[in-house]
Every structure is written in structure tokens, then in C-alpha cells.
T-cell receptor, first 113, second 112 residues
Framework: SQTIHQWPATLVQPVGSPLSLECTVE??????LYWYRQAAGRGLQLLFY??????ISSEVPQNLSASRPQDRQFILSSKKLLLSDSGFYLC????????????FGPGTRLTVL | SQQGEEDPQALSIQEGENATMNCSYK?????LQWYRQNSGRGLVHLIL?????REKHSGRLRVTLDTSKKSSSLLITASRAADTASYFC????????????FGKGTRLSVIA
């Protein structure tokens, strides 16, 4: 069976510090991978998605970036965090071809102070 | 951009009652999906209905899709306190690897 891992579960970082959130998927090959952000009590905002190694599509211009160094690894980064980067970050995977069921990780709660 | 819009934004009912949530969207879709999110957790897929289907059931869940009105509804029958969560609709497009588009969600509270 497939599983998706995200870490850390919670993170408190000062403004201006760097960020690295990691997501890994097990039990499947060539998945589509997604990063979402969710503000408190709000809907999901798609940040990045990837259909293959090194292929990243950005949905929202901001100070975040994503990388996919391996088939089942997706990393969200920032060089300098802003207060507005606080939120709940969710990683998800779906089967190649898109448009079908997505499977979500447990999320990372990021607080920027 | 968000395509699905859930209605109502929040819903509070008594245990045992039925809960109905609606979703409207704007463009043609391949499928529509409903997800559930418990507070502070990831989303869990509940049910997928394809554009050529009108109704689908899964346990206490019933989903309808009206492509002429570009709308869908999720009915949870005989609700339980454990159904308390946020519910999101997501539309799946026709083209290639284009991602799902999620709505803003309905917060359901079931009071015991």
C-alpha cells in the first residue's frame, strides 16, 4: 500500500530564517506530487506541483520554491521566511495523468514569528 | 484559482440528522470529488463521481452531480459526532496532468 510522509509536524521559525519541508511517498512510482498551503479555517491554495523529477510548476509567485530531487521526494523551501508564510502545509500525491484522487500527508504546521 | 464553491460555509446539526453540503463550479469537468479534513489533519478522499454519472453512494454518503447546473451535493445521513470535520469539493479537469481545484470547504459540526 502507498503511504505519504511529511516532516516536521510542527515548526516555529523566526522571520528571515530559511525553510525546508520534506515529503516522501512510498509504494508507488512516478507519482504527481503537490504542495498546498492552508490558512487557518480556509481552503487549500495550490503552491507547486510536479509530474516528474526536476519538473516543477509554480501556481503562486512568492518567496517559496520547490524541488523534486528524486521520484518520490518533494521539498518545499524558502531562503527567507515572511510572517505571511505561516500556515498549514500539505503534501499530496496522485497517479500520473492527474485529475483523479489525491492522497494527502498529515501536514506541517508552520508558525513564523 | 478556486473553482468549487461550497455552500454553506458552516453547518451545525444534531446527531442523527442529515447533513447536506453543496458545491458549484464554473468550467467543464472530468470528475468531482469530495474530501474530508479533521482539524489539524490532512485531507481524506471520500468519493469521486465522474461527469457521466448522476448519483453515487458510499455507506452513509450520497453524492449527486448535475453537470447542466455545474453543481454537486454531498449528503451524510444519520450523522454522528465523529462526522464533525471540514468537507471540500474538488473538480478534476479533462486535460493531462492539470491538478484538482479545491473549494473553500464547509465546516460541519455534529452535536451529540
Amino acid at each position: 500500500s502507498q503511504t505519504i510522509h511529511q516532516w516536521p509536524a510542527t515548526l516555529v521559525q523566526p522571520v528571515g530564517s530559511p525553510l525546508s519541508l520534506e515529503c516522501t511517498v512510498e509504494g508507488t512510482s512516478n507519482p504527481n506530487l503537490y504542495w498546498y498551503r492552508q490558512a487557518a479555517g480556509r481552503g487549500l491554495q495550490l503552491l507547486f506541483y510536479s509530474v516528474g523529477i526536476g519538473q516543477i510548476s509554480s501556481e503562486v509567485p512568492q518567496n517559496l520554491s520547490a524541488s523534486r530531487p528524486q521520484d518520490r521526494q518533494f521539498i518545499l523551501s524558502s531562503k527567507k521566511l515572511l510572517l505571511s508564510d505561516s500556515g498549514f502545509y500539505l503534501c499530496a500525491w496522485g497517479r500520473r495523468g492527474g485529475g483523479d484522487t489525491q492522497y494527502f500527508g498529515p501536514g506541517t504546521r508552520l508558525t513564523v514569528l | 484559482s478556486q473553482q468549487g464553491e461550497e455552500d454553506p460555509q458552516a453547518l451545525s446539526i444534531q446527531e442523527g440528522e442529515n447533513a447536506t453540503m453543496n458545491c458549484s463550479y464554473k468550467t467543464s469537468i472530468n470528475n468531482l470529488q469530495w474530501y474530508r479534513q479533521n482539524s489539524g489533519r490532512g485531507l481524506v478522499h471520500l468519493i469521486l463521481i465522474r461527469s457521466n454519472e448522476r448519483e453515487k453512494h458510499s455507506g452513509r454518503l450520497r453524492v449527486t452531480l448535475d453537470t447542466s447546473k455545474k453543481s454537486s451535493s454531498l449528503l451524510i445521513t444519520a450523522s454522528r459526532a465523529a462526522d464533525t470535520a471540514s468537507y471540500f469539493c474538488a473538480t478534476g479537469p479533462y486535460s493531462g496532468n492539470t491538478p484538482l481545484v479545491f473549494g473553500k470547504g464547509t465546516r460541519l459540526s455534529v452535536i451529540a
